[in-house]
Structure formats: C-alpha cells, structure tokens
C-alpha cells in the first residue's frame, strides 16, 4: 500500500514544483522566504551560542 501511496505524493509534488517554478513573481518569493529562514537559523544558532 505505501508503494502506490508514495507515487501520488511525488507525482503531486512534481505538479505543484512545475507550477511554482513557472511562475517568476513566486519564484522570488520562495527565494526570499528561504533566505530569511537561513538567516533566522544562523542567528538562533549564534545566540545558542554566545
């Protein structure tokens, strides 16, 4: 069962990634969310730190 299970949340992720990536204005968007969450780790890592 986890086999056919595992196909259809690939092939949906696979769709969803081809939407994503098509279009620019969420492209950049995504490119700036991830870099604040980048940077919001690195800091939380620095202050555990100090």
């Given at each position: 069962?986890?086999?056919p299970t595992n196909?259809?949340?690939v092939?949906?992720?696979d769709r969803i990634t081809g939407m994503l990536r098509r279009d620019?204005?969420?492209s950049?968007?995504?490119h700036k969310g991830l870099g604040v969450?980048?940077?919001a780790l690195?800091?939380?890592i620095?202050?555990?730190r100090i």
């Amino acid at each position: 069962m986890a086999l056919p299970t595992n196909r259809v949340i690939v092939w949906w992720a696979d769709r969803i990634t081809g939407m994503l990536r098509r279009d620019a204005a969420v492209s950049r968007w995504l490119h700036k969310g991830l870099g604040v969450l980048f940077i919001a780790l690195g800091l939380r890592i620095a202050a555990e730190r100090i």
